[in-house]
């Protein structure tokens, strides 16, 4: 089956981008949204146009769209893309979508809508054990944006390792976040995984207020 996938550059998205090529999908494009406002309520917004180079070490076609990030509009935006993939031949799309009622309910109405099919491998997954599986399966991903009180904010900019899980894991058991930041209490960049041919080489800086620290990504490299 030919597809699409949702690809944001994060660790979510790529594992499902991996796990649909093992599946022996036919990835045709990945389809990056790009929104005007920080707080989209369906897409990513930290470094999302440094997808380019992601796509690049892996081998796939980079589609992108630029939405406004209101929450209405961008169900429009959202449609318009996919609308695109059934008229390439897609017959599906994959997204990452972990446990956010919200997006998965609208990705599959919109999908549902247009006659294609969704794919959601990481639906309820247990958010504690599947960061720890990241690791052990080859993912390598540094924290850009962090948003909740409670976070390890010193691990922003920071390519996070096993030790670096175990403090997350048990600051969200403490604080009450969502350990795999599917409430938006964190952004991530892959810099390498299973797929990509070249590991990425990322310089940037970091900047932090009260309890949000971004890392505004200024260049990425091929290693």
């Known amino acids: 089956m030919k597809i699409c996938a949702l690809f944001s550059g994060g660790k979510d998205s790529t594992y499902a981008l991996h796990w649909a090529v093992l599946k022996g999908f036919e990835v045709t494009s990945l389809i990056t949204f790009l929104p005007e406002l920080e707080d989209s309520w369906m897409f990513q917004y930290q470094n999302v146009g440094f997808t380019r180079f992601q796509a690049t070490s892996m081998g796939f076609p980079l589609v992108t769209f630029e939405t406004s990030g209101k929450k209405d509009e961008e169900i429009d935006d959202l449609r318009n893309a996919l609308l695109s993939c059934k008229d390439a031949g897609d017959q599906g799309v994959v997204t990452g979508a972990l446990l956010s009622d919200y997006q998965r309910m609208n990705i599959n109405m919109v999908a549902d809508e247009i006659g294609m099919k969704v794919f959601s491998p990481l639906w309820r997954k247990d958010q504690e054990n599947y960061m720890r599986s990241l690791l052990r399966e080859g993912f ?84």
Do not use: W
């Open 140 to 223: 390598k991903f540094m924290v850009t944006h962090s948003a909740s009180m409670g976070f390890p904010h010193h691990l922003v900019g920071k390519i996070v390792d096993e030790h670096d899980v175990e403090e997350i894991i048990h600051a969200s058991r403490k604080y009450g976040f969502n350990p795999a930041f599917e409430g938006g209490e964190a952004e991530t960049f892959v810099v390498n995984a299973p797929l990509f041919r070249r590991e990425l080489k990322v310089n940037g800086k970091v900047q932090c207020v009260t309890d949000s620290c971004t890392c505004f990504i200024e260049g990425v490299e091929l290693k």
